[in-house]
C-alpha cells in the first residue's frame, strides 16, 4: 500500500459501500482518496501521484476488486504501473476506457459556490474525462500546450512562431473543451434544479451558465489578445479562463444565497453530477462522501440520500454517528473504525 499515512490496508465491504468512523488525521479520507485513484487516477486532494506516496517509501501501490475485475494500480520511480484482472493496460485512457464513475462529496465542495473560477473548472473537468475519452485527451493536450506556450511568454523575447505551433494545439484541442462543457451545463441545469429543489424542500430556481474564457472563435480571441499577452507575459484567453454562473432566484450565488443555501447548492451540483455520469456513463457511479453528514440537519441529509440511485455504493466518513439514528436509509450499512492509519471492523 504505503499510501499516505497507510503503509498497508485490507478493507472487505458489502455492496452498499461503509461508514469509516474516526477521529480527524487519522486516515479516513486518504481511504476514500485511494478509491477515486483505483477507479478514475485522480485525487480530489492533489494534481501529483507522487504526492500521495507514504513518508519514506519509495511508492505506492492499490488494488480492489470492482466490476467483476481486479484493478490494479501502482506509482514508483519507473512511473505509473496499471493492470486489469493482471494484464498491463498501456497508459492512463487504456485503463479508464471499462473503469467506473466517481462522485466526491466534501464540505470543500462550497469553493464551487463561493470560491475562484478553477474549482468549477476541475468540477467539469472531473465529468467530462469521465465520459468522454476525447474529452480527457483534448483536455490532457491543451494544458501541456498552456503550460509550453506560457513559458515562452514568460521568457519576453520574440518567439512567435513557437507561440503559434502551441496555439494551433491550443485551438484544436480548447475548442472541444468548450463544445463539451456547454453541452455539459445544458444538460446539469435541469438536473441541478431539481436536486437543489429536493435538498432544500422549497421552490429555490436555480439555473447555471457557461462563461466561456473567450469568443466563440478561439484563434480570433487569441489573436486579439496578443498584445496584451505579450505585455502581461501570459496567456489571457482560452478555456483555462472559463467559468460557471451560478444563479439562485435570479442572484449570484456566491454574493446573495445564505451559508445554508450554499451548502444546499454543491450538494445539487454533485448530485446532478451522479446524474449525469449514470446517464450518460451507462452505470451508477461510486459516491464518495467525506464528513459531510454532521453539517446537515436531518431533513436535508434524509433528503439527500433519497435522491441518490437505490443501488449506488456509498462510502462515508465521520467524527461521530449521532446523525445516524435519523437517517434510517443508512441503518444497516458495515462501519469500520479508523485509529492512527489502522482499520478495525
Request: aromatic share 6%; charged share 30%; hydrophobic share 35%.
Amino acid at each position: 500500500m504505503d499510501f499516505r499515512c497507510f503503509p498497508s490496508l485490507d478493507i472487505e465491504a458489502p455492496e452498499a459501500g461503509a461508514i469509516l468512523l474516526g477521529e480527524n488525521a487519522q486516515g479516513k479520507t486518504s481511504i476514500l482518496e485511494a478509491i477515486c485513484v483505483l477507479v478514475r487516477l485522480q485525487s480530489p486532494r492533489t494534481h501529483r501521484m507522487g504526492a500521495l506516496t507514504r513518508f519514506g517509501s519509495p511508492g505506492f501501490g492499490i488494488a480492489g476488486e470492482l466490476w467483476d475485475s481486479e484493478r490494479q494500480v501502482r506509482q514508483s520511480r519507473e512511473g505509473l504501473q496499471l493492470k486489469v484482472d493482471d494484464e498491463a493496460r498501456a497508459g492512463k485512457h487504456a485503463y479508464l476506457e471499462d473503469g467506473g464513475l466517481v462522485v466526491w462529496m466534501g464540505n470543500e465542495d462550497l469553493d464551487l459556490i463561493r470560491g475562484p473560477g478553477e474549482g468549477r473548472r476541475r468540477y467539469l473537468d472531473f465529468i467530462g474525462a469521465q465520459i468522454d475519452p476525447r474529452y480527457r485527451r483534448a483536455w490532457s493536450r491543451y494544458k501541456r500546450a498552456l503550460q509550453s506556450k506560457n513559458l515562452l511568454l514568460k521568457e519576453g523575447r520574440p518567439r512567435d512562431a513557437e507561440i503559434l505551433s502551441y496555439e494551433e494545439i491550443m485551438v484544436e484541442n480548447g475548442t472541444v473543451l468548450m463544445e463539451t462543457r456547454a453541452r455539459l451545463l445544458e444538460e446539469l441545469g435541469p438536473l441541478a434544479a431539481e436536486a437543489q429543489r429536493v435538498v432544500s424542500g422549497k421552490d429555490e430556481p436555480l439555473t447555471l451558465q457557461y462563461l466561456p474564457g473567450s469568443g466563440p472563435d478561439l484563434r480570433e480571441s487569441m489573436l486579439q489578445a496578443r498584445e496584451r499577452e505579450t505585455r502581461m507575459r501570459q496567456s489571457v484567453v482560452g478555456p483555462h479562463r472559463d467559468d460557471v454562473s451560478l444563479r439562485l432566484h435570479g442572484m449570484p450565488a456566491s454574493e446573495f444565497a445564505s451559508e445554508g443555501q450554499q451548502r444546499t447548492l454543491a450538494l445539487a451540483l454533485k448530485l446532478a453530477q451522479g446524474r449525469l455520469l449514470e446517464n450518460r456513463g451507462g452505470r451508477t457511479p461510486i459516491y464518495l462522501m467525506d464528513d459531510i453528514f454532521g453539517e446537515l440537519d436531518p431533513l436535508r441529509r434524509n433528503a439527500l440520500m433519497g435522491h441518490l440511485p437505490g443501488g449506488a455504493q456509498k462510502w462515508i466518513t465521520t467524527t461521530h454517528l449521532d446523525w445516524l439514528e435519523e437517517t434510517p436509509e443508512l441503518g444497516q450499512i458495515r462501519r469500520f473504525t479508523i485509529r492512527g492509519g489502522r482499520c478495525g471492523g
